[in-house]
C-alpha cells in the first residue's frame, strides 16, 4: 500500500503563484513516476506533470512555462510550482503514483483562481 498526501491549494489570484506539495509514504518503488493530475466537475480527470526518480519529466501543453514539476527522492514528496495562474487552472490537483498492480491517488487539494 501506498499513501500520498498532497498539501498548499488554496485560492490565488490570476497571474499569482501557487506551490503544491506531495508525501508518500508506505511500500513505494523504489524506481517510480509521480504526478500531478486536476479534475473539474463534471470533466475526466487530466494529467499535469509528471517525474521519474531520475528526473526525466514530462508537462502538459496546457502548462508548459507556467507549472513546473519537481522532487525530492530522499524525501519521496513531489511538487508542483504554479505560476502566471488562469481560471482555467482552477480544479482538484491530486497527487499520483502508479505501482506494478494499481494506481494510487491522494484525497485532492483544491486550487481556486479568480479575482
Known amino acids: 500500500q501506498v499513501q500520498l498526501v498532497e498539501s498548499g491549494g488554496g485560492s490565488v489570484q490570476p497571474g499569482g503563484s501557487l506551490r503544491l506539495s506531495c508525501t508518500a509514504s508506505g511500500s513505494i518503488p523504489t524506481r517510480n513516476t509521480m504526478g500531478w493530475y486536476r479534475q473539474i466537475p463534471g470533466k475526466d480527470r487530466e494529467l499535469v506533470a509528471t517525474m521519474d526518480t531520475d528526473g526525466n519529466f514530462h508537462v502538459d501543453d496546457s502548462v508548459k512555462g507556467r507549472f513546473t514539476i519537481s522532487r525530492d527522492n530522499a524525501k519521496n514528496m513531489v511538487y508542483l510550482e504554479m505560476n502566471k495562474v488562469r481560471p482555467a487552472d482552477t480544479a482538484v490537483y491530486y497527487c499520483?503514483?502508479?505501482?506494478?498492480?494499481?494506481?494510487?491517488w491522494g484525497q485532492g487539494t483544491q486550487v481556486t483562481v479568480s479575482s
Open positions: 499520483n503514483i502508479p505501482t506494478w498492480d494499481k494506481q494510487y
